[in-house]
């Protein structure tokens, strides 16, 4: 049913749908007899699939990755389609527009995206206004970043900013150093800024309730700099890795070069991204003797997917591309198959 609509759909601008798409689920989630009619197509409930992490129980490990919902519009509407928790972001102090349209592209030969949509959002504080009056009980995530024009230098300021705004609404944060499309971000990927970002960040979470700080990781980096990453999350005493972001890399595409190069810049995300981020995980996994908490994010569609990521090392998995491409049912299916493994 869903590959009909996915035809219809994919002929039409991906941001525009987006957007269309998510009024056409608030609509339907407005009205509660239909609100409870989703909830009982989507949503999978099964004590076998709790995970606890950090003091948190998650009713099952099936997440939404940051970039879907930004601001924190739908997060009662998404939570009807059974994710076990949903990152919002990533969020700047400072709204921003983000980068030109058209931003947002679609490889269905390669069942990828790739995106330089540029942190576009409406600000920290005004997504942590809209959490308050949430509904809906799901676990948040809060991804936070630096606006564009912030200097890497000043960095750490927007970070405190962002990470003060969500605190008292959000269950845990991600801080990302790692999307390709803001000028000089990963630059804050090398061991010394991250270092002294992430202790100023875990400084200010030891005056409230020591919530949980993740750090979101590029799939681009070299052994050594994931040797540098686990000696790091060791030293701050983070509480793990969300493994990966998008990838630079155009390898192996099966979408003609030519078309992959009229798109332009942009972080691709989906199917190509599988194998490498499970060797990120794996590695991280193994070389921190397993020391390290990682939520895995990249290529995930199927639950045989979810589960080689978990075999990995991963705790909890996350999709994003997998979910334009899969439909509202991929959090329950991936469910259901992680109990029949």
Known sequence: MYSILRTILFKIDAEKVHYRVMKWLTLVCSMGFLRGIVKALYVKKDPALERTLWGITFPNPVGLAAGFDKDAKYTDELACLGFGFIEIGTLTPRSQPGNPKPRLFRLPADKALINRMGFNNDGSAAAAERLKTRREKVIIGGNIGKNKDTPNEQAGDDYEKAFRDLYDVVDYFVVNVSSPNTPGLRALQDKEPLTQLLNRLQSINKEFKNKPILLKIAPDLTNDQLND?????????????VATNTTISREGLVTPAADVAAIGAGGLSGAPVRNRATEVIKYIHTHSKGSITIIASGGIFTAAD???????????????????????????NICKGLMHK
Do not use: H, M, N, W
């Open 229 to 241: 990453i686990i000696d790091l999350v060791t030293d701050t005493k983070i509480a793990g890795i």
């Open 306 to 332: 979810a589960r080689e990521k978990l075999d990995a090392g991963a705790s909890l998995v996350q999709v994003y591309t997998g979910f334009i491409y899969e439909g509202p049912g991929i959090a329950k």
